[in-house]
């Protein structure tokens, strides 16, 4: 028995998603680390600057309390969700219920996770943006459902097509089982803007054709003037639901701390899937993550608009000599580019770059076959770090 081969085999699931690129890349950077290689990563959007001074006071605090240490509520503390509802007010103008229309999440991938068994049947289909963050994709196929993108362009601002969305919605075979449509602005990986009127025109399609827009909208801080939210539409809340995450426009990735927003009856039936799965995030992070959401307005420009300023400039090199060309008006905490014509395919760049410059940065194709001739560069390396890469690819490329 003891050499007989195990023949048990892993759920089928598993045949219809890989790896995460980034789980299987950063084997490969640890291993050449290993060797000494001594790699710059510009690849991971991982802030690498810390929440600000009374977040982590506060954390402290409630840590010390010797009551705070149990389960808390699924649905979070009152404490957490009233600060939600005042960083939504506060910053994009609309107001929530905070005991209804709020959910704290344990992050966006978790609100995807939840959103999709709360919304979606195994053989429904859900619209995904191509190119678009790679999670909506893999957690849809692990759930049963069905993949149907619609293209974002450069020379659309990458902005949904919208002709082509109605297009999809006029097969009606198709359009019968389409139940979400997945956005995000600003957009991640290209940093196209959030429009007004892009936002507008998503709230008519979802009342148009009964389906759920969801707005993935952790980047609206990062070296951008003017927040904006799909919920500032009027109706919005009906037919919409937004996530959003203290991730990137709060220093605070590994904290795992997001928000779920829309009408009482979807939070309601999120919250239902949500308690079956979790128990609450402890008491002294939600607490926490409350200061936080009140951080002043110089934390945010200094933060989220200077400190990315002065990297985004060393991105920009770094994008000239490789000969890349890019649009100046994107935001977000990415530089994204379009490589050279004369390179037969993005892997062959960023696999020199990796070993030849000894940097890492991403390939386009990760994110959907409309990013195959482009890279992504990450601004989360202080400023002596990007200034080395570039020095690097100047000397190797």
Known sequence: MENKPCSIQPAERLSFVQEYYFSRKLKEVARLNAEGKDIISLAIGSPDMPPSEQTIEKLCEVAHDPTAHGYQPTQGTPELREAMARFYRRWYGVELDARSELLPLIGSKEGILHVTLAFVNPGDSVLVPNPGYPTYTSLSRILGANIVNYDLREDNGWQPDFDQLEEIMHDQRQASSIKLLWTNYPNMPTGGRAHRATYERLVRFAREHRLVVVNDNPYSFILNH?????????????????????????????????????????????????????????????????????????????????RYQARRRYAEQIMRALGCSYDPQQVGMFLWGRIPDSIASVEQLTERVLHEARVFITPGFIFGSNGNRYIRISLCAKEEKMQEALERIKNAI
């Open 226 to 306: 003017e927040p904006l939210s799909i919920l500032q539409v009027p109706g919005a809340k009906d037919c919409c639901i937004e996530f959003n995450s203290m991730s990137k426009s709060h220093n605070m990735p590994g904290w795992r701390v997001g928000l779920c927003a829309s009408n009482a009856d979807f939070i309601q039936w999120i919250l239902k899937v949500q308690s079956n799965i979790e128990s609450g995030t402890f008491r002294a992070i939600q607490l926490a993550a409350a200061e936080a959401y009140d951080n002043s307005d110089e934390w945010h420009r200094v933060a989220n608009i200077e």
